[in-house]
């Protein structure tokens, strides 16, 4: 079943797909407006929440409180550092096999899972030392 999207969630989703990493609500909203895609705050942040909810976009929150937005597609992991906020993406997923097993297990059906790994980047640690 394919869902139907209204322009604006459309826009979202291809505004998305050409970004490489996780971009904020404030980030889409300034990015559509240099595409001549004027949209309200309001309806970006609606229409990320409607897509949230079909398992299209995956959200995850900096230490800093900042919620970056990126396609659930992209399965990355990340290292990030709780002094600067540096975030780096890790490519190993050790969890595939265990979601399978969960989603089965739970009969629950799991759109993503997020990993995250928190401590002192080497700029940051370093500086400590
Ligand atoms: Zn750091
Ligand atoms: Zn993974």
Redesign the pocket.
Do not use: W
């Given at each position: 079943m394919k869902a139907i999207h209204t322009r604006s969630q459309q826009r979202i989703l291809t505004l998305l797909k050409t970004t490489k990493k996780g971009i904020s609500a404030q980030e889409i909203y300034v990015e559509l407006r240099s595409l001549n895609q004027n949209m309200g705050l309001a309806t970006v942040y609606r229409s990320l929440e409607t897509l949230k909810l079909e398992g299209l976009v995956q959200m995850r929150r900096l230490g800093n409180g900042e919620a970056l937005y990126s396609l659930t597609k992209q399965?990355k992991?990340h290292l990030t550092c709780l002094q600067c906020g540096t975030s780096v993406t890790i490519n190993q997923?050790?969890?595939?096999g265990l979601?399978e097993q969960l989603q089965e297990k739970h009969n629950f059906k799991i759109f993503y899972?997020t990993?995250e790994f928190f401590g002192l980047c080497q700029k940051c640690h370093s500086l400590e030392g």
């Amino acid at each position: 079943m394919k869902a139907i999207h209204t322009r604006s969630q459309q826009r979202i989703l291809t505004l998305l797909k050409t970004t490489k990493k996780g971009i904020s609500a404030q980030e889409i909203y300034v990015e559509l407006r240099s595409l001549n895609q004027n949209m309200g705050l309001a309806t970006v942040y609606r229409s990320l929440e409607t897509l949230k909810l079909e398992g299209l976009v995956q959200m995850r929150r900096l230490g800093n409180g900042e919620a970056l937005y990126s396609l659930t597609k992209q399965d990355k992991h990340h290292l990030t550092c709780l002094q600067c906020g540096t975030s780096v993406t890790i490519n190993q997923c050790p969890a595939h096999g265990l979601e399978e097993q969960l989603q089965e297990k739970h009969n629950f059906k799991i759109f993503y899972h997020t990993l995250e790994f928190f401590g002192l980047c080497q700029k940051c640690h370093s500086l400590e030392g």
